[in-house]
């Protein structure tokens, strides 16, 4: 987190991004000033392995609701979600589309880490609901301070069904039955 560029912090939470592909992964969600931060850290070896920065300005809207998938699709998910939207404008390539690691999808979806419910300290940084309040707030604040041209006067908030667009997914079905995306102790290897 960089001051200058970010601002004060304003709140972090523990959720789990759904990426385009349907793979679950940990992830640190950072709101401040101007930025929210979304940070792959590593719990067993106390590592920050990637941070992806989007202004909250550039978010153009904040979608909660159910998670589906196309109705032919062999990977099967459940509850709710909230999706971020920001670039409205530019679609994401064809190759970007079908890459299941490529970051230049311009939306991430969120959904409540399992560990919510544990204590009652993770119980209060997960709740995607306190997260998508504080987030469209963050938002709202950061057009009226910093809007940006051609923009509307600030992101929609809306409820309605979060498609997955994915059709096999075998790789997010490996990787999600065997929680790939959290650090958790695998014997000696942890990833």
């Given at each position: 987190?960089?001051?200058?560029?970010?601002?004060?912090?304003q709140?972090?939470?523990?959720?789990?991004?759904v990426?385009?592909?349907?793979?679950?992964?940990?992830?640190?969600?950072?709101?401040?000033?101007?930025?929210?931060?979304?940070?792959?850290?590593d719990?067993?070896?106390?590592?920050?392995?990637?941070?992806?920065?989007?202004?909250?300005?550039?978010?153009?809207?904040?979608?909660?609701?159910?998670?589906?998938?196309?109705?032919?699709?062999?990977?099967?998910?459940?509850?709710?979600?909230?999706?971020?939207?920001?670039?409205?404008?530019?679609?994401?390539?064809?190759?970007?589309r079908?890459?299941?690691?490529?970051?230049?999808?311009?939306?991430?979806t969120?959904?409540?880490?399992?560990?919510k419910?544990?204590?009652?300290m993770?119980?209060?940084?997960?709740?995607?609901?306190?997260?998508?309040?504080?987030?469209?707030a963050?938002?709202?604040?950061?057009?009226?301070?910093?809007?940006?041209?051609?923009?509307a006067?600030?992101?929609?908030?809306?409820?309605?069904?979060?498609?997955?667009?994915?059709?096999v997914?075998?790789?997010?079905?490996?990787?999600?039955?065997?929680?790939?995306?959290?650090?958790?102790?695998?014997?000696?290897?942890?990833?």
């Amino acid at each position: 987190m960089d001051p200058q560029v970010d601002g004060e912090l304003q709140s972090s939470w523990l959720v789990t991004e759904v990426d385009h592909w349907n793979q679950e992964g940990e992830r640190i969600a950072a709101i401040t000033e101007r930025s929210l931060l979304i940070c792959k850290y590593d719990f067993m070896m106390l590592s920050l392995q990637s941070c992806r920065r989007i202004p909250l300005n550039y978010i153009d809207s904040l979608v909660h609701g159910t998670l589906t998938l196309p109705p032919h699709s062999v990977s099967r998910r459940e509850g709710q979600g909230l999706r971020v939207h920001w670039d409205k404008l530019r679609e994401a390539p064809f190759t970007s589309r079908w890459n299941p690691w490529s970051n230049d999808i311009p939306y991430t979806t969120f959904i409540e880490h399992p560990v919510k419910g544990a204590t009652e300290m993770f119980t209060s940084k997960c709740q995607l609901e306190m997260f998508q309040a504080q987030l469209a707030a963050a938002v709202q604040r950061a057009y009226g301070v910093d809007p940006v041209p051609g923009r509307a006067n600030g992101a929609l908030i809306l409820n309605r069904p979060i498609v997955i667009d994915t059709y096999v997914g075998l790789i997010s079905l490996i990787s999600n039955q065997n929680k790939l995306g959290y650090s958790l102790a695998r014997g000696s290897v942890g990833f």
